[in-house]
């Protein structure tokens, strides 16, 4: 499967963005996604998960939890992150990645993953 994120770009705090993942060559709606991402010299972190259409759940870390929501598309084969209230400790590159496992359920260990997406949240 090959993931496509797009979206990032540089935002004011306070401000909103929408990530998307989008999918070729297969169904995403069969996996849980995730997107987790990496700030300049951190290690990468695990920020939501969305569970197979067989579960649907979603998952948040802390410091993400209401102000983060996941989204599936399933007519565009592609899953979204909405991005509200965001902070300059968001910033970070954003990555999603699948476990391409049919009918998983958060969380789950990623083994494939799209180029990431820069998100630089700054006055």
């Known amino acids: 499967v090959q993931l496509q994120a797009s979206g990032g770009g540089l935002v004011q705090p306070g401000g909103s963005l929408r990530l998307a993942c989008a999918a070729s060559?297969?169904?995403?709606?069969?996996?849980?996604i995730g997107w987790l991402r990496q700030a300049p010299g951190k290690e990468r972190e695990g920020v939501s998960c969305?569970?197979?259409?067989?579960?649907?759940?979603?998952y948040y870390t802390d410091s993400v939890k209401g102000r983060f929501t996941m989204s599936r598309d399933n007519s565009k084969n592609t899953v979204y992150l909405q991005m509200n209230s965001l902070k300059p400790e968001d910033t970070a590159v954003y990555y999603c990645?699948?476990?391409?496992?049919?009918?998983?359920?958060?969380?789950?260990?990623?083994?494939?993953w799209g180029q990431g997406t820069l998100v630089t949240v700054s006055s």
């Open positions: 060559g297969e169904t995403l709606n069969y996996y849980s």
């Open positions: 969305i569970s197979s259409n067989n579960d649907g759940s979603t």
């Open positions: 990645a699948t476990d391409r496992v049919y009918g998983s359920s958060c969380p789950i260990t990623y083994h494939y």
